[in-house]
């Protein structure tokens, strides 16, 4: 493995593990982590088969250590306000208006912004779309993803019910919550692709032969 992944690989280690001693809910943090036990041996696995980007791997490393603090407080209950206002004397979110915790909103944003350059480069080594579909497929894939963590959100709070469920769900009282989420993965990853075209990355495929 090039030097820049494996060094990556090492710190995400070392910031996992800490995060993961006496995390605030064990139950939520184990649910929380079932996409880390899924996504990081993947990763190591495929990059021998389809090696992404030094970038890409700065991107997803970036995201999951946001996940990780997000599994270790509980979504809802991450304290950014606290240290802002340790650091500043004021609330961020009197500051912005904010009525909730709104460190799960910033995570689904930063999961379209930060996963979109391994997908356009997943997906232009075993999808190659012509066309506008260049910058339409890579934006579906994101949201589909989106949609799936909103279902899979959905059967864990029907399935386990209570606090736990709640603490998954982490709603926090809105009503459009999984609307909202996705609209928001959706929008940093229109934005993503907005900058990764802006740079060249979303190059036209290959000609198809003719029939």
Not at 25 to 40: C, G, K, S, T
Not at 96 to 117: I, K, S, T
């Amino acid at each position: 493995m090039p030097r820049l992944p494996l060094i990556l690989l090492g710190l995400f280690l070392v910031w996992w593990t800490i995060l993961a001693i006496a995390p605030w809910y064990r139950e939520d943090w184990l649910l929380e982590n079932l996409l880390v036990f899924a996504a990081v041996p993947l990763l190591v696995w495929s990059w021998r088969h389809l090696p992404f980007s030094n970038g890409a791997y700065l991107c997803l490393f970036a995201f999951f250590c946001l996940h990780e603090l997000g599994a270790h407080y509980t979504y809802a209950k991450v304290p950014y306000d606290a240290w802002w206002r340790q650091l500043t004397g004021a609330s961020l979110d009197a500051l912005l208006g904010f009525r909730r915790n709104q460190y799960d909103r910033l995570v689904h944003f930063l999961y379209g912004l930060l996963a979109m350059p391994a997908v356009v480069e997943l997906l232009a080594a075993r999808a190659p779309a012509r066309g506008l579909w260049r910058w339409l497929v890579p934006l579906f894939f994101v949201m589909g993803h989106s949609v799936l963590f909103e279902l899979v959100e959905w059967w864990a709070a029907v399935v386990f019910g209570g606090p736990l469920g709640q603490a998954y769900l982490g709603t926090q009282g809105d009503e459009w919550d999984a609307q909202k989420d996705m609209a928001l993965a959706s929008l940093g990853g229109a934005l993503a692709l907005i900058v990764l075209g802006a740079r060249g990355r979303l190059r036209p495929a290959t000609p198809l032969p003719p029939a």
